[in-house]
């Protein structure tokens, strides 16, 4: 089973020791305190163009992940999870809560955080405005060049059927992908709407199985491989 959900920005395993005591392993969310407010990065989610990017606020004071063994420390101003000091953060134009960083591996170019102690998440599929769809991008993830563009979906009519094709799949929670020659091919769909920030979802191929997680586990139609490339 897949789900989203943030329950707070660390989680504290006690682990033994050699010496018979024990310490803690802090396993942190990915996170970007600025304002004396805790920005969550969006996973299902990547800014829709370049030209939302409005000033730079400030940089990364201090990389927690890895420095702090503490499971009592209080996050600061300009503290982030995983980002190395320096890193340059910015604003979005029209949007006060939500935060961007540079991030090369990311569709599209950046990294996007969002407000979470007054922000609702919304970034799930269930919430997404299928009517507002103006755009879908279909990318081939892990290659050696990252992600690798395999298509775009302009036409109204062919949206309109791959909308479907999501909206329409079957949840089956017991599957299990075939993995007898390697893992499955992941693709992520990204969808464009009039916001900054567009919907990107995973999309797996197990060589007979397309499937996805927009909750649980659920199946699509064989028709989605009519607008995805053949490898």
């Given at each position: 089973?897949?789900?989203?959900?943030?329950?707070?920005?660390?989680?504290?395993?006690?682990?033994?020791?050699?010496?018979?005591?024990?310490?803690?392993?802090?396993?942190?969310?990915?996170f970007?305190?600025?304002?004396?407010?805790?920005?969550?990065?969006?996973?299902?989610?990547?800014?829709?163009?370049?030209r939302?990017?409005?000033e730079?606020?400030?940089?990364?004071?201090?990389?927690?992940a890895?420095?702090i063994s503490?499971p009592?420390?209080?996050?600061?101003?300009?503290?982030?999870?995983?980002?190395?000091?320096?890193?340059?953060?910015?604003?979005?134009?029209?949007?006060?809560?939500?935060?961007?960083?540079k991030?090369?591996?990311?569709?599209?170019?950046?990294?996007?955080?969002?407000?979470?102690?007054?922000?609702?998440?919304?970034?799930h599929?269930?919430?997404?405005?299928?009517d507002?769809?103006k755009?879908?991008?279909?990318?081939?993830?892990?290659?050696?060049?990252?992600?690798?563009?395999?298509?775009?979906i302009n036409?109204?009519?062919?949206?309109?059927?791959?909308?479907?094709?999501?909206?329409?799949?079957?949840?089956?929670?017991?599957?299990?992908?075939?993995?007898?020659?390697?893992?499955?091919?992941?693709?992520?769909?990204?969808?464009?709407?009039?916001?900054?920030i567009?919907?990107?979802?995973g999309?797996q191929?197990?060589?007979?199985?397309?499937?996805?997680?927009?909750?649980?586990?659920?199946?699509?139609?064989?028709?989605?491989?009519?607008?995805?490339?053949?490898?």
């Amino acid at each position: 089973m897949k789900k989203w959900a943030v329950i707070s920005l660390l989680v504290v395993v006690l682990a033994g020791c050699q010496y018979g005591g024990s310490r803690a392993i802090i396993d942190w969310v990915d996170f970007i305190k600025w304002d004396g407010e805790s920005y969550l990065g969006i996973y299902t989610g990547v800014l829709a163009d370049e030209r939302y990017i409005g000033e730079k606020i400030g940089k990364v004071k201090f990389k927690v992940a890895d420095n702090i063994s503490d499971p009592s420390y209080k996050t600061k101003d300009g503290d982030a999870a995983f980002l190395e000091k320096g890193t340059e953060i910015f604003s979005i134009k029209g949007r006060p809560d939500l935060l961007a960083v540079k991030a090369e591996e990311t569709i599209n170019g950046y990294q996007v955080y969002f407000a979470s102690d007054s922000t609702k998440f919304k970034w799930h599929f269930k919430d997404m405005p299928v009517d507002k769809v103006k755009k879908i991008e279909i990318y081939l993830a892990y290659t050696e060049e990252g992600n690798k563009k395999l298509a775009d979906i302009n036409d109204n009519n062919d949206i309109d059927a791959f909308l479907d094709i999501l909206t329409n799949s079957k949840e089956d929670s017991a599957f299990q992908p075939n993995t007898e020659n390697g893992d499955p091919r992941y693709y992520n769909i990204v969808l464009y709407t009039d916001d900054p920030i567009a919907y990107k979802y995973g999309v797996q191929f197990d060589g007979e199985t397309y499937f996805w997680y927009p909750w649980d586990t659920a199946l699509l139609s064989s028709e989605i491989k009519r607008f995805i490339p053949e490898m």
